[in-house]
């Protein structure tokens, strides 16, 4: 189920996106300051709750999205039933820019979410007058394409431990963090499992080994430090 916003990013302000929190995260920092006036004609607020999809897989493609709030999780259903969460999006990611016709993913809300919508082909003729925007896409999906490569990595050959250590150091490097602060990972154990290919056990008990080594530090169900990031990034193989 999409929630939709009462409340347009062009009415909350005259030029809201300068005052955007994450847009300097955002594919929309390579906006050009003559065009943000456009920008935000183009924009409109989305909210989610959790639970609920932003959009499902295989519903038209008609609109994309920059994500401000929240965290939403990415995954495709097998033909058995079965979910592979294909990725977890952070404030200041992109998503939606599909090939098709359809969403070629669900993207469901993990966290409550806001996020900024545009309508397609909206957008893509501002690419045509920015061409800066349409550089900053493309080395995001260069970007995507390599942690594609990697995920396949992770679930082909690396042992649990290794996955679990690689999924804690990628987080952090994506949600910026400094040496020694908390992680959240609001996400469960079976979301995590499903995206790095293990089971809800097999996590908790990595985890578990993770933090008796002193390698990490559990502060709470969804909190995590760091403790020893070198020794993780070698259990990891970076």
């Known amino acids: 189920m999409v929630v939709n916003a009462r409340v347009s990013g062009a009415d909350r302000a005259p030029n809201p996106c300068l005052e955007c929190d994450v847009r300097s995260l955002a594919v929309c920092s390579a906006v050009r300051a003559s065009l943000l006036p456009k920008l935000t004609t183009l924009a409109a607020g989305r909210h989610v709750d959790v639970g609920c999809s932003l959009f499902d897989e295989g519903d038209p493609a008609d609109n994309v999205f920059t994500l401000t709030e929240g965290m939403l999780k990415l995954y495709k259903l097998l033909g058995d039933g079965r979910r592979q969460i294909v990725g977890f999006l952070v404030p200041g990611d992109f998503l939606g820019l599909a090939f098709g016709r359809g969403y070629a993913y669900t993207a469901e809300a993990v966290t409550p979410v806001a996020a900024c919508r545009f309508k397609r082909q909206q957008f893509l003729a501002l690419l045509d007058e920015c061409p800066e925007l349409e550089k900053e896409i493309l080395t995001r ?51 995590i499992g499903d995206y790095l290919g293990l ?26 430090k760091v403790r020893q990031p070198e020794a993780l990034a070698r259990l990891a193989g970076s």
């Open 199 to 224: 089971t809800i056990e097999t996590v908790s008990r990595t985890l578990t080994a993770l933090r008796k080594e002193r390698l990490i530090e559990v502060t709470d169900r969804h909190l995590i």
């Open 141 to 191: 999906a260069t970007t995507e394409l390599a942690a594609a490569q990697e995920q396949m990595l992770l679930l082909g050959r690396k042992t649990a431990r290794e996955r679990v250590a690689s999924f804690i150091l990628a987080m952090s490097r994506r949600r910026k963090l400094a040496p020694g602060e908390a992680l959240e990972l609001p996400m469960g154990r079976a979301d």
